[in-house]
């Protein structure tokens, strides 16, 4: 079959299946008096419609910043102006100040559901569509069927289109600076992945390898004569792309100031709720949120993050070439998930992203990381009555990347390149090492199973109320730091030949 | 990919089996709450009130058999919810109960895929070593047949058992694929017990039954050999009919309540044409009789106040009175529907051409029956859809009509699903398969495209049919005037493309009967 009817079935049964899932509940439903997410973009577009810019990052009688204050850089509000300029042409009810506070309704349901559906066959669908097709190896097969595990990656739509929220924007956006990278088009890469940045802060977990691996570029090509004229581009790009997004907000520094303030709250604890990051971890031993002041919270987490991400940050400027750039993705996203302030949960989609993109070169590694993180997820998916999409995406998941990918089958020792393990920690040669990682995955897919289903049939102990999401996040926690290990020793780890021949770009 | 022989039906089975469970929390149809009925009725009343009961509207119409299912599925319910099975509660819809029905359908889905893999043995000696899964016949039938738009859209979203039925109907099929008659003929039996709509088809299996199956051998050309005809062979097949119908209608027949059974699986009240009116001739027939009733009436030559006043679109079984032709009667379609199978019984009794003769035949039957029956449901073109896939893997032409008649069956789905919820659903589902078939028997038939100028450009008019009915018609300022607009166009349009597709699988049955016979 042609490869383009094979990759429209592909995007349209990712679209098929995100609509199944976007059929139940969202985030906050009927529950006042803060219901959640959903709500908290219904109330930006009332926001940003009805009040004038400079009102909007603000906290007044019309505004009131403790009920879902807008906490997202300027492209966020642009573009639930846009999305509220829609609905009022609809029905004005849906944005009206202050009375629509907490609207429910099928019709509004709808409507949202399709903003989100819109904004991913815009952004995030054709990035993903051109990625697989142009910047992956082997054969159209091969291809396609990476387009389509990646398409069905549960995380984003149980997030997307479940809980509700944005993702396929921010993450879309970034995608397309990896594809202008992939493709050599820096300065258009740069100005997507600005783009991306200036629609959620988030995105700064991506910056530091996008810097490094830029800046590493011009240095390569010289930094007198081309290396220079590149930068200078690059560098025109960015500060013309923010300076396009922030344009309302410059006329005064107070603004400025205002917006920066709501998007880096630092008056925030640790860690909120049940995370799988270490201090989350840490604290179940040791209570470091009661122990340490907010200050020390701050060092701490600043001195650990910066540990984790900037070897492999630094490797990548040495290093410039696609594939470490893919690593370094991984690393530096994972690593601020690890040790950074104030993270949330959802945040893991920031380090799924950069996974996704290499299931063609690592299939085993990385549908075993989707996987988690994807369950490390549920405490929040059941609280939005998610269970039943979350299991059947992630079972359909499973199934569809085990076997389009032989994930199984690429999991000999070479292929996994424990060969650095095996010198680091003194393995007997007997030692079969794909097999024991093959036994690890098992176990570890029986615990995830296991621990899903005891979430949702037992009932926790009276006198530890939160044990299943503990379980749940601790789990996660450790699959978690044993990707982020791997895949840092990847990028260290000496050339593999076949990587090493990769079009070094 | 795994090249080796079957490993990719499972994942194919698993895959549509998770995607089926997305949808349970989408619009559901009143045949919800007629199952969720009948699990009432069979749990909690004895066996001789089942087909008395009718303190709800949905009374018990489906054979006996479909009964003791239904029974037998509600003492897996009350563990779900206990109250769903209590006949006072009208339109229960718990979650419990939503998502134990729901399940029931996916689960017993189990014998379509049993009869999928069977199909796709029988097919898949062509072309069976291809290294390419994708261009295998077996697999381009499992796809066809367990990810048919039709069925997953009226068994998973509008709610019905129908994979369950046509999971007995091709595996009856797949038997005499295989030459194994009496389990074909039992599996049929059983059919007919569990729903009376494939009573369509039944002269089909009569006529080839008897002639290939009890007449041992044919002449040299193919003609009947009377002195071959054997009496076990045809008391087996009697014994074995006799058996089942016994078991299912034994207890009712010794109860005395047989009439009344009777009378309840075949209610003749009912009008010519459902409220949708089903894409077949009657609909052609009632839209030239609207249009003959207005320029009638534009050109004085009839007068307005002497029409009967019938409404197209009110009601769900209303009596349509026709205006300028003659009106119709069910003897009619009676006579019509005989009239139109019998020359293909004939051709099957006089040439018989084997199981796949047998197969075109039955198509025919189903085609037939939708074509001129009383009160077809538009969900019957399935009858006729599925079994074709069949065919369509084996043969180009056939995968030609397949292709017409496919896309312009499901899309007369569409009104089914009528919320603006499952508009994406149906639209996406619609296109994967459309795409799908269309690649991949293409590829499957080298040699250019399978359809031809004129049937193109008919598909084309679907899809403007279908921009006009869905989008643009919702938003224009008729919609309030006329409101049945969509609904006729999409009847009338698609009756065309049916009616072709049935003429044509007739041309290709009658064309291999003057041919001399390889098979």
Redesign the interface.
Known sequence: ??TW??V??CV??G???R???S??SYSGAGKPPMFGDYEAQRHWQEVTYNLPIREWYFNSTDNDLAYWGLDYPPLTAYHSWLCAYIANIIDPEWVKLHKSRGYES??HK?FMRTTV?VADLLIFIPAVVLYCLYLTDGSS?KKV?VLLCILLYPGLILIDYGHFQYNGVSLGLALWGVLGLGLGWDALASIAFSLALNYKQMELYHALPFFCYLLGKCIKAGLIGRGFLLLVRIAAAVVVTFALCWLPFLSDPVQALQVVRRIFPVARGLFEDKVANTWCSLNVLIKIRSLLSADAQLHLSLVFTLLAVLPSSIKLLTRPTFWHFKLALVNSSLGFFLFSYQVHEKSILLAALPVCLLLNDLPFMSVWFLLASTFSMLPLLLKDGLL??Y??TS??FL??SI??L?ALDHSTEDELQLSTYRKLFFFPLKLDLGCLARWKFYISVAAMVGLSIASVTLDPPSHLPDLFPVLVSTTSYLLFLGTFIHFNILQFSGPNSKKSQKKSN | ??ADGW??FP?LA??VS??K??????YRSTDFEVHRNWLAITHSLPVSRWYHENSSEWTLDYPPLFAWFEFGLSHVAQHFDRNMLLLQKQNYASPATVLFQRLSVIFTDVIFILATRECCRCVQKQKASQKDV??RPAFILAVLLLWNFGLLIVDHIHFQYNGFLFGFLLLSVAKHLQAQHLQGALLFAILLNLKHIYLYVAPAYGVYLLRSYCFTESSADGGIRWRSFSLLRLLALGSVVIAVCAVSFGPFIVMGQLPQVLSRLFPFKRGLCHAYWAPNAWALYNALDKVLATLGVRLKLLKEAELPQASMTGGLVQEFQHSVLPSVSPSVTLVCTLLSILPALASIWRRPRGARGFLRCLLLCALGSFMFGWHVHEKAILIAILPLSILAVESREDAGIFLLLSTTGHYSLFPLLFT??EL??KV??M??FS??S???LR?LHSGGSLLRPVELVYLLGLGLVALFSEVLFPLSPWKLRLPFLPLLATSVYCSVGVSYSFLRLYATLLHSDSKPKQH
């Open positions: 079959m042609q009817s094979l429209s079935i349209l049964l679209v098929a299946v609509w199944g899932v059929l139940n099928p019709e709808l559906l097969k069927s039943a999409p299991v059947v079972t359909g199934l569809i076997y389009l032989s | 990919m795994a490993s990719w994942v698993t895959g998770l995607f469970c997305l949808f349970i929390n989408s994708l261009s603006p919820a994406p659903i996406c589902l296109l994967m795409l799908f269309f690649s991949a590829k």
